[in-house]
């Protein structure tokens, strides 16, 4: 009797889960009112010269994210006026979940940062984002490379790794809205191995003449191929695209 009665609650926080999945995803990619995105700074490793910078941040640093979604949205035809709203909320003290190694650590740890985006998300007199971006900031001086960023579409959550200098904001804003992008649906378009943008999908004029060099990056490749083996990141949003295929795993698009 009790195992059924283990197996019938399971089955019940599963169809939860699947709901709320469901719930999630119809709420973020309906694109009939503005989407909210709060960015949380954190300060990864409790240094001050990172304390400084967090304290020196306004809304404007994050700004060029919210201009590039909306710029893409209209682009591929959706029709409200503001797609996505970004705001900076206060920094957060405690630092995400570690990410474990394997399926199940992967499991257990998507199911610690919902709950820890949602202890850390409240700020008072704030209205709740509906996607949560944490941002752990890094000396640079200290810390030459940054671990890898990711972002969960259950959940709608994304832990992303910058560098706590203000020259490279635009680069660390390059791989925020990669990640909200992944809340969002999208799929990465680049080799895991090499890295290299995937053809046709990851690249922003897959139609160009010559191919090669590129001119502009897709979001979700995160690189712009200059040669059929060499590429290189993109300096700001400003030559960013959204290609069709991500636009598409987004619902901007019903069809390519």
């Given at each position: 009797m009790w195992r059924n009665v283990r197996i019938a609650i399971l089955l019940f926080i599963m169809a939860l889960a699947a709901y709320s999945n469901w719930y999630d995803r119809l709420q973020t990619t309906d694109w009939d009112e503005t989407l909210w995105i709060g960015v949380f700074p954190i300060n990864a490793a409790g240094d001050s010269?990172?304390?400084?910078y967090i304290s020196s941040l306004t809304v404007d640093r994050v700004s060029d994210i919210e201009e590039f979604i909306n710029r893409e949205a209209r682009r591929h035809g959706v029709g409200i006026e503001r797609p996505v709203r970004i705001e900076l909320y206060p920094e957060v003290k405690e630092r995400p979940p570690e990410r474990g190694a394997g399926l199940l650590g992967t499991i257990s740890w998507s199911l610690k940062m919902r709950f820890y985006a949602r202890r850390n998300s409240r700020a008072p007199g704030r209205p709740p984002p509906t996607i949560r971006i944490f941002v752990q900031y890094h000396d640079p001086s200290f810390t030459q490379t940054?671990?890898?960023s990711v972002g969960l579409q259950k959940g709608l959550v994304g832990v992303v790794h910058a560098f706590a200098d203000r020259s490279l904001a635009p680069t660390n804003n390059v791989?925020?809205?990669h990640e909200i992008l992944h809340t969002l649906g999208a799929s990465d378009k680049y080799d895991p191995a090499t890295l290299a943008?995937?053809?046709p999908i990851g690249y922003a004029e897959p139609?160009?003449?010559?191919?090669y060099p590129q001119r502009l990056t897709e979001i979700?490749?995160?690189r712009y191929a200059t040669g059929p083996r060499s590429f290189e990141m993109p300096e700001s949003l400003t030559d960013v695209r959204v290609g069709n295929a991500t636009a598409l795993e987004i619902r901007w698009k019903k069809s390519l």
């Open positions: 010269a990172t304390a400084s940054v671990p890898h791989v925020i809205a943008p995937l053809y139609d160009l003449e010559p191919r979700m490749a995160g």
